[in-house]
């Protein structure tokens, strides 16, 4: 069973290996707003669609002061080929046991094709500069996506 996490909750801890080669967690972030996305898989359609997104819109969540970190289980090796291959701007951080997932309740039942497994869940947390989930979005549709975030992001500052 999925983990429940809600908006106005302590946003659970992380320390994940990024694709720049150095460690990023929540205590070293402690005080600034983060936007948290989980995405299945580098290099698929949905996934790099949503990266490059988030990459264009770096300057406007930085200018907010706003760090964003994307996250899937895949590897730091695969992370660093995804990262030159779309020229993206943000750290992609790796779980590959994915622990972080399943503690934002991310790690969720899927179906396709009438077969069911486990996958992560496009999901995207913004956190305040408290260490609160300030903002959850669930089964995101990337369409349009990032610039909802930016928006609610706004209204921390």
Do not use: N
Request: proline fraction near 5%; aromatic fraction near 8%; charge should be positive.
């Amino acid at each position: 069973m999925a983990k429940t996490i809600a908006e106005g909750d302590k946003a659970p801890a992380f320390t994940l290996e990024t694709d720049a080669g150095k460690k990023i967690s929540l205590k070293e972030l402690a005080g600034k707003p983060i936007v948290l996305y989980f995405y299945p898989k580098d290099d698929t359609p949905g996934c790099t669609k949503e990266a490059i997104d988030f990459s264009a819109a770096a300057p406007a969540f930085k200018k907010l002061g706003v760090t964003l970190i994307g996250v899937s289980k895949d590897s730091v090796a695969a992370h660093e080929r995804f990262r030159k291959k779309h020229a993206l701007t943000i750290p992609l951080g790796s779980d590959p046991e994915g622990k972080v997932i399943e503690s934002y309740g991310s790690w969720v039942e899927k179906s396709m094709y009438g077969r069911t497994y486990m996958g992560i869940d496009r999901s995207t947390f913004l956190i305040d500069g408290k260490g609160k989930i300030a903002r959850i979005w669930r089964k995101v549709r990337v369409p349009g996506h990032v610039a909802d975030v930016l928006e609610a992001a706004k209204s921390l500052s």
